[in-house]
């Protein structure tokens, strides 16, 4: 008999990549240049604490004392459906949390689980979601759902890369009984995603990189997928935070493109003056909108900055340019909600999105090496599944093929942020 609680705690580990881990944030930042074969920290989300807070829970039939959770009225029932999935029935107690944190022992779910599994999770009366299984959240890309078993911990918890599982899928009654079932979807389905951690290393030195193009090195590029007008849309690192060493490339590749208007995902304006080389750059004598965005997709903030933006391009000339610090998680979901509105197909959209990997990672003592066909397929995989499973949370299904109409779902997807249909047309129209 179990029973699931929420406790406010923070669901850590090592950080590995701008995907998997987090990178040069502010004044604290493990990017080690040089070559060094060291794990980056990218930019893209806030460093945490590398051990864990254990939620309060129990594998017992009451909750241990604590003042701050109701007296518990309701017996949790676990029974095995089959062989391969698992039904865990719950109340919540106590204060809400980010995660939802099940008191069923991680020791006992990996006797049927193992790490590397997906399985299928059906959240009764919320939601059903296939899920990996791993360690911590920093193991799956950014704004993927996860099952988290810790071998020794008192529980499993339900969480996502960036984000609050429990305010995503509108559990905030700590008194909630919660019905949980949890199936094999794929045996060792997510094996090679976790290989993947190992794989994204990358350098600050140019010379560590002899393969690629300046361009390639700045991760600056034109966005020509179908529908999008010729020099219209661009997208790069930033051209004014120097953490990652390319600031200034960036920058030049820039003017020598005539961007007018820059979006950046990542800063205040306030802080953005901060950095050297700030005032004398060419960013800084064109617009510019500084929308300070979290890297949390669901979030009503990063939804509703991505619209901020979208209006500030309707009002300003082109060529636009979108970045965050590395031009990749931030920049690559909201450059895909461009792509795919103006009629970009899936192949196109992925393409892009793992071209950043690409340009950043797999430096092998030194050197970078150029990814193999199964390692790009596994980036491209990432963003139209974001792209799904953001729209889905706001009720908009998308088909998973290759050959669909991205447009569509994304005019449904912006209305729901809050544009009109005219505004919609106004940015089609700047970026065709």
């Known amino acids: 008999m179990f029973q699931m609680t929420t406790r406010r705690t923070v669901l850590a580990a090592f950080l590995f990549c701008a995907l998997f881990f987090v990178a040069c944030g502010d004044d604290d930042s493990s990017f080690v240049p040089n070559g060094s074969t060291e794990p980056v920290i990218t930019p893209e989300e806030p460093a945490k604490p590398d051990s864990i807070a254990e939620p309060d829970t129990t594998t017992k039939d009451t909750v241990k004392a604590d003042t701050t959770a109701p007296e518990d009225t309701t ?57 990996p299984v791993v360690e911590n959240s920093n193991d799956v890309p950014i704004a993927w759902f996860l099952v988290s078993a810790i071998a020794g911990a008192d529980y499993v918890s339900l969480a996502v890369h960036n984000g609050q599982f429990n305010e995503i899928f509108g559990i905030t009654d700590t008194n909630e009984i919660v019905n949980v079932v949890v199936s094999m979807k794929e045996k060792g389905g997510f094996l090679f995603g976790l290989d993947m951690r190992y794989a994204q290393y990358m350098s600050g030195n140019i010379e560590s990189y002899p393969e ?24 790069s690192s930033s051209p004014i935070d120097d953490c990652l060493g390319r600031n200034l490339y960036a920058d030049s590749l820039a003017k020598n493109a005539g961007v007018a208007t820059f979006i950046n995902l990542t800063d205040s304006e306030d802080y953005a003056k901060t950095y050297r080389d700030y005032d004398s750059s060419y960013y800084a004598t064109q617009n510019a909108i500084y929308l300070s965005l979290p890297v949390e997709f669901y979030s009503r903030n990063f939804k509703d900055g991505i619209v901020r933006g979208f209006r500030f391009m309707i009002e300003h000339e082109g060529p636009y340019l979108v970045h965050c610090i590395y031009g990749m998680d931030r920049t690559g979901f909201t450059l895909a909600i461009l792509e795919a509105l103006m009629g970009a197909k899936t192949e196109e959209i992925q393409a892009d999105y793992a071209k950043t990997f690409s340009n950043y990672f797999n430096v092998v003592d030194g050197k970078h090496v150029t990814y193999t066909e199964q390692q790009v397929d596994f980036f491209k995989e990432v963003v139209t599944k974001n792209l799904r499973s953001v729209y889905h949370n706001d009720g908009i299904e998308v088909l998973d093929a290759d050959d669909i109409d991205w447009a569509t779902p994304t005019e449904q997807f912006l209305e729901k942020q809050g544009m009109t249909k005219e505004e919609i047309a106004a940015l089609k129209d700047r970026l065709k």
């Open 212 to 235: 690629l193009s300046v361009e390639e090195y700045a991760n600056f590029r034109e966005i020509r997928t179908r529908g999008m007008g010729e020099k219209k849309l661009y997208r």
């Open 75 to 131: 017996k949790a029932d676990t029974t095995a459906e089959d062989s391969s999935s698992l039904r865990i029935s719950m109340q919540g107690l106590g204060a809400p949390s980010s995660n939802l944190y099940l008191s069923y022992p991680a020791d006992s779910f990996l006797t049927k689980f193992e790490i590397g599994d997906i399985v299928t999770v059906a959240i009764v009366g919320h939601d059903t979601l296939d899920m």
